[in-house]
């Protein structure tokens, strides 16, 4: 898994669901340093949300060519607070989390859970190593149906930016392997 490089709003901290923001220029390097790490690689399937920070790092990293666009890895819909910060929904809703409280007029845990069981499934079907580049919560999301626990268990497992994660197994039971290693060093 790779989380999509910098932008000025994940820079922010505002909440980046839908909205097709392009890369910071720090998310582009980290983008070409993530191809760096992972190449030389084989991947049976690189899929990458169709949302254009996600496939501009895909691009970067050197697999644009061999990638297949997913829906299912768009990131969350944060409905009616889509570009804002944690801090400022707070000011209304104290104590706010986007895991225990969802969001008004978007997705919902399980909802996101639904589209990363559909990721999970097609990866488990597979011969061969999958590569997956989409977003933070989605990424988190997907990790944690990966390894069995509800989609509201992602809120454990922070990811960075340009960072990548393995979801592997540990004999026959499912495992994350690496987690939230970053592409190029924090600024």
């Known amino acids: 898994m790779a989380r999509h490089g910098e932008t000025e709003w994940s820079r ?12 910071a220029d720090h998310g582009r390097g980290q983008a ?9 690689h084989p991947f049976a399937l690189v899929l990458t949300s169709p949302l254009q920070r996600a496939v501009e790092t895909c691009a970067l990293a050197g697999f644009g060519d061999a990638s297949e ?21 707070r000011q209304d809703r104290p104590g706010w ?4 409280d969802g969001v008004p007029n ?12 559909r990721i999970v499934a097609r990866v488990r079907g597979l011969e061969g190593d999958a590569l997956c580049f989409a977003h933070g919560h989605l990424l ?3 990790a944690a149906r990966w390894i069995g626990l509800p989609a509201v268990g992602g809120r454990l497992l922070l990811l960075g930016t340009g960072s990548t994660g393995i979801a592997g197994w540990e004999q026959e039971v499912p ?3 690496r987690w939230n290693e970053p592409a190029a060093p924090s600024r």
């Open 140 to 142: 988190r999301v997907l």
């Open 175 to 177: 495992a994350i392997e």
């Open 106 to 117: 978007g997705e919902t845990a399980v909802q996101v859970g639904q589209r990363a069981d």
């Open 97 to 100: 989390s986007l895991w225990a």
């Open 32 to 40: 070409v340093e993530l191809g760096r790490r992972l190449a030389g």
């Open 69 to 89: 666009l997913s829906e299912d890895l768009v990131e969350w819909d944060y409905g009616d607070y889509e570009g804002m910060t944690t801090q400022a929904i």
């Open 12 to 23: 922010q901290g505002r909440h980046t669901g839908r909205t097709d923001i392009p890369l």
